[in-house]
């Protein structure tokens, strides 16, 4: 159980252009869910906190209007990169919480974004 | 604040020795503490957690770790390790009490030597 899927695994676009990452929650309702990002070789950062129908909590130095973030359902929370440049290419994860009281966080496998 | 410091960016041991991997945090209230492997190009996997209840606590794959209020660390280890433990291992810490942000460390990697 706990399942968390992301889409597409890896995408290239080409800059200037807006790329979309799903994650869904597969076998549970996530009522927070959240987006990081990793640079090669290095931890993962938090960027926002989503939960289920309000807007996202974005950590400092993070670009809202960049990186949107929207959680129309329990299931599902989408980030949008729009307008890409080389310097977003990152591998992004994102995680969700059941709130069943463990307050665990369930990982995806994660999406690679290659700009071009 | 919360903080995790991981002591040693790489550890390399040889196939069948004790993993050692260390772990700091700091919290200015009661935290919980978690380890996560990563395999290249995939998400995290959460190998054990802390929450308040036993100090040892033991994970998958062979892994356990103690929560030592006294020494504000959380080392995870293995007592034989296997070839399929190398990997990339974060330790993370949160505030217990609802969700809070997760704060990782910077990773260890560890490499088997067979």
């Known amino acids: 159980g706990a399942v968390v899927s992301q889409h597409p695994s890896w995408v290239i676009c080409k800059s200037g252009t807006s790329v979309k990452i799903e994650c869904r929650s597969l076998d549970f309702q996530a009522t927070t869910m959240f987006w990081y990002r990793q640079f090669p070789k290095q931890s993962l950062m938090l960027m926002a906190t989503?939960?289920?129908?309000?807007?996202?909590?974005?950590e400092q130095g993070v670009e809202k209007d960049k990186f949107l973030i929207n959680h129309a359902s329990l299931t599902l929370s989408t980030l949008t990169v729009t307008s890409a440049h080389p310097e977003d290419s990152s591998f992004y994860i994102c995680?969700?919480?059941?709130?069943?009281?463990?307050?665990?966080?369930?990982f995806g496998p994660g999406t690679r974004l290659t700009v071009t | 604040a919360q903080s995790v410091t991981q002591l040693g960016s790489h550890v390399s041991v040889s196939e069948g020795a004790l993993v050692l991997l260390r772990c700091n945090y700091s919290s200015s209230v009661p935290p919980y503490l978690f380890w996560y492997v990563q395999y290249p190009n995939q998400g995290l996997q959460l190998l054990l957690k802390?929450?308040?209840?036993?100090?040892l606590v033991k994970g998958i794959n062979g892994f356990e770790a103690e929560f030592k209020k006294s020494e504000t660390s959380f080392h995870l280890t293995k007592p034989s390790a296997h070839m399929s433990d190398a990997a990339e291992y974060f330790c993370a810490v949160s505030n217990s009490g609802g969700y809070q942000k997760v704060t990782f460390g910077t990773g260890t990697k560890l490499q088997v030597i067979p």
């Open positions: 802390y929450t308040s209840a036993a100090t």
């Open positions: 995680s969700a919480g059941s709130g069943s009281g463990s307050y665990e966080q369930y």
């Open positions: 989503s939960n289920e129908g309000s807007k996202a909590t974005y």
